[in-house]
């Protein structure tokens, strides 16, 4: 149980243009789900914090009209990045957390996106 | 000072040793203590959790809590070249957020 999937797991792109990840939860409903980005040897620095129906909330420095996150779902959180650009190249990992007051997170296998 | 110090390592063990990850962190207010393994290009996961101090055992795992000191450990017992990965902390004062160590690299060598 609690399976988290991430889709597509990687994914080049050309400069300027917009690339959407999406993180799913398989076995269980999310309430809250969270956008992580890891670079090579460093921690999970956290991006932003959706809940469904709601509107992300963005950590400090993160652009929101850049990374645009959308919760549509129990099951599924969507992270866009818009107009990349190479120092967007990253893995950025995603994570779930069932049901209000549980303080588990559940992390998908991670997207490695690459912007030339 | 980062909420979460975690040494990054490199650890290097043969195989059979036992392996102690630690990490200290700042604030009072983390009530719940996680540590997840992560394999290279793969998602963080979850191997155990602890609520307060304490300890909690899980086959060869032990995790370790003393929130007076502010301490938190992971015991690897036999370890195994399959255990070779990076081993993240994570703490959270509950709501969900967590917050993570710059994990540890280990290595484990037959």
């Known amino acids: 149980g609690a399976v988290v999937s991430q889709h597509p797991s990687w994914v080049i792109c050309k400069s300027g243009t917009s690339v959407k990840i999406e993180c799913r939860s398989l076995?269980?409903?999310?309430?809250?789900m969270f956008w992580y980005r890891q670079f090579p040897k460093q921690s999970l620095m956290l991006m932003a914090t959706?809940?469904?129906?709601?509107?992300?909330?963005?950590e400090q420095g993160v652009e929101k009209d850049k990374f645009l996150i959308n919760h549509a779902s129990l099951t599924l959180s969507t992270l866009t990045v818009t107009s990349a650009h190479p120092e967007d190249s990253s893995f950025y990992i995603c994570?779930?957390?069932?049901?209000?007051?549980?303080?588990?997170?559940?992390f998908g296998p991670g997207t490695r996106l690459t912007v030339t | 000072q980062k909420e979460v110090e975690q040494d990054p390592g490199p650890l290097s063990v043969p195989e059979g040793a036992i392996v102690s990850l630690n990490c200290t962190y700042s604030?009072?207010?983390?009530?719940?203590f996680m540590w997840y393994r992560q394999y290279s290009r793969k998602g963080p996961e979850l191997l155990m959790y602890?609520?307060?101090?304490g300890n909690k055992e899980d086959g060869r795992f032990t995790a370790q809590v003393d929130k007076s000191s502010k301490y938190i450990s992971l015991f690897i017992r036999d370890s195994q070249p399959s255990d070779s990965a990076t081993y993240l902390c994570?703490?959270?004062?509950?709501?969900?957020?967590?917050?993570f160590g710059r994990g540890t690299q280990l290595t484990v060598w037959p």
């Open positions: 994570s779930a957390k069932q049901l209000a007051g549980l303080y588990e997170q559940y």
């Open positions: 076995d269980f409903q999310a309430t809250t």
């Open positions: 959706s809940n469904e129906g709601s509107k992300a909330t963005y």
């Open positions: 604030n009072s207010a983390f009530q719940y």
């Open positions: 602890t609520y307060s101090s």
């Open positions: 994570a703490m959270s004062p509950g709501g969900g957020r967590l917050y």
